[in-house]
């Protein structure tokens, strides 16, 4: 792991080697570490959102097979039940059985099973890492043309969620060529959407922007529509938690209105994704990628501190009013102007997303 900021780390503070992370449910208010020592931990984790975003969901997984291997003293058998475990805790983000499935197949043969884990949890997120860097580099390449198309100095990206480096390792998908262009000497301003209803725009994006002291403004999931129209928006970047085969993309719910206004108003839709959040075995996104669902809790509490500082939940819709909770959409391949990979940028469609990223090496 490369970056300057991590979302999660190995730790020896416990007994047995575990697993530290952010608790990004916390932010921006509170910056504090959980500490991950069992699966159990591990997926509840994952569950209560802890930790988030397809990547670092994935990283976390990696490196829960390694704290089940602890835990079951190497027995694979054993482990493959807590892999399952580990596998179920969330449905959209495919990151997450990629990564379990891969730490798997790599064990199956394993003697010692335990460092075996550990080594290649570490091997997997170098990758992640590496392709975070390359998305960066082709990003900002794209940015740069843009810029040069437009005759501009200063870039307006819009985002959607987070996708930077508390999504995925090592500086995150759509956000790493954010930060690229901030490398570059790149005059750059982002719209960040709230991303209602957990606000991970509002809370998470907007805090990793500021700190790495990038001009941004957050703005209400429903306003990017009309400031595409009065052209104060060059271009859109979003990550992805599951890509299928044929480009179909799914991501935080309203990332696909986001991608019909861009539509609308000719402003390109990016999609930046490392190989590990391709679905080869899906044709159909809209048919096939599971939603999750979740707590209508969600929609109807909002947290957020008070003037005192005091961190506080309160409901923000009538008790007896219904509410409905699924937490990503499907953007289709044909709304998608490119996707940003690690391997460059590629056309949303089977044939060419096939020709580069073959499914044996992918
Ligand atoms: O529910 P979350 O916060 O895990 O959802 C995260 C997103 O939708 C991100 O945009 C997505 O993971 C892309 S970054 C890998």
Redesign the pocket.
Known sequence: MQGNYKALWLSDDMFDECLEVIDQRQLPFIYDTKYLTTTEEVVSAIKN?TV????V?GSVAAFGIYIAAIEVEGDYEALREKAALIRASRPT?VNLMWAVDKMMGLLKDSDNLIEDARAFAIELNDKEAKESQEIAKHGCDIIEEILKKKNKTKINILT????GWL??IDE???LAPIYEAKRRGIDVHVWVDETRP?N?GASLTAWELAKSEIEHTVITDNMGGLLMQKGEVDMVI????RVSANGDVA??IGTYLKALAAYDNEVPFYVAIPAS?FDFEIRDGIKEIPIEERSPDEVQFINGVDEEGVLRRVRITPENSPALNY??DITPAKFVTRLITNRGVCEADFDKIREKFKKSDA
């Open positions: 959102m988030r975003g397809a990547g969901i983000a959607h969620c987070n996708a999504a995925v995150g998908t759509a957990r991970q979003v990550g992805a938690d991501n935080k959040t937490g990503f």
